[in-house]
């Protein structure tokens, strides 16, 4: 889409919003997905000065804040069926209003938003973006690839601070049950913790704190095929799972 | 003050609102005390129909949200210098709106508010609430006497979630720096970790747990002067501590 038509979609867009929506809020789905030992996340590029953005949106004025940040991911993404968990406000004046600085004032989306930041992991093989009209992709992007792209408003920031979330996250709840097969091996646990940690991690350290946890279950086969001795098999332990995401992996 | 005063308080509130604040938005500060071995929530009883609130408030139109949440926790409650954290977005329509039913619809404070939640954790002798004029009192209230009180809004619920949210974070956190003297005992530290948990521990267990966290430095002074054996004096090391507040207490 050429700048004359993104910005006539802008405009249509403000004046549709403005009977819809609640002003000055807005929320911003952070959907971190899991494949190939790599870290994504789900971005979308928009028609308008073509920056990259979370494919978030705004609040209608009768819709509970947790159902319009689905919505919001449904319309924008095409994603479905993710538990997202909130994680951070943005709340600095002018951390959105400059991007829409070639309007007037009276633009909806040009006006202060406070935005609320949600996240999810997921296995980025079982969900596919579907962009929305506003954009013209929506796709996985690595998050190594980052630091190349142009990210718009502060939604880098909103990233790194759910990216850290997801860190600290590990560190006491368990993680995995959605992002590896029902039968895993050690290995390719450690992969998705390097990934979330970012740092490459000792492999006998790893494997006796992760088996001190008692959310595994050893299975009774083996990885066949590789090159390799066969490595042991791995599922969670439904009901250790579960207790350790209610309680925490660490109980006083 | 009496019903119609606390009316036309109201009222005159709004006008002024209107012009300062940003609408839909607003921040609630849940200020936890401990002191003798109890925990406490800092609560202002409003003039208006007597219920308890935290002593939240609205962001101004110029104002960063961080900046607003201690402001307000300033001018209601008197109370400055503390580190609070953001744990909660409170988002469901009608959540605030019919506190004020008896209002017309025009009036700033009746608009439907989604509210930014943050906590604390002091030691309530070290602060002095003062009651801003749109209260009756601003003081603490024992947790053990919130089921007996009249709470406005969905308080409670806010109250409840930064309690879940404290006691989460003490599984991967350490805590306790601005809560007890500089030279404790390991019961009176235990004493802080029941009351967060709202639970006894056994005392072995505890001590194991929290000795292997290695944030404690065991003084070469005993508590004199009780009954008892004289305790052993503990303090955190500092060191040990900031780097379990930045990594968490569990690394992988």
């Not at 959907?31 to 209608?60: C, D, S, T």
């Not at 929506?138 to 990210?151: A, F, G, H």
């Not at 250790?240 to 006083?252: M, S, V």
Request: aromatic residues 12%; charged residues 30%; proline residues 4%.
């Amino acid at each position: 889409m050429n700048e004359k038509d993104s910005k006539e979609q802008i405009l249509r867009r403000s004046v549709e919003a403005k009977e819809i929506y609640l002003p000055h809020i807005s929320a911003d789905p952070v959907i971190f997905g899991f494949h190939q030992n790599e870290l994504k996340v789900l971005l979308a590029r928009m028609n308008y000065r073509k920056q990259w953005m979370l494919p978030g949106g705004y609040v209608k004025k009768d819709e509970d804040l947790d159902d319009a940040v689905l919505r919001i991911l449904e319309s924008r993404a095409g994603v479905t069926n993710v538990f997202l968990e909130e994680f951070g406000v943005f709340g600095k004046k002018n951390r959105s209003e400059y991007y829409f600085e070639d309007f007037d004032d009276s633009l909806f989306q040009k006006q202060r938003f406070i935005s609320v930041g949600y996240y999810a992991l997921y296995n980025s093989s079982e969900l596919s973006p579907v962009a929305d009209e506003m954009s013209e992709t929506c796709e996985w992007i690595y998050l190594k690839q980052l630091p190349e792209i142009n990210l718009a408003m502060d939604h880098r920031e909103i990233i790194e601070k759910a990216l850290q979330t997801l860190r600290e996250k590990i560190s006491h709840k368990p993680i995995g049950y959605n992002l590896l097969p029902e039968k895993f091996t050690l290995p390719e646990l450690q992969k998705l913790y390097e990934a979330i940690l970012g740092k490459p991690l000792n492999r006998g350290n790893f494997y006796r704190k992760i088996k001190n946890l008692g959310i595994l279950k050893k299975l009774q086969e083996q990885r066949r095929g590789g090159a390799h001795k066969a490595p042991d098999l791995y599922s969670f332990d439904d009901h250790q799972y579960r207790k350790a995401l209610e309680n925490g992996l660490r109980n006083w």
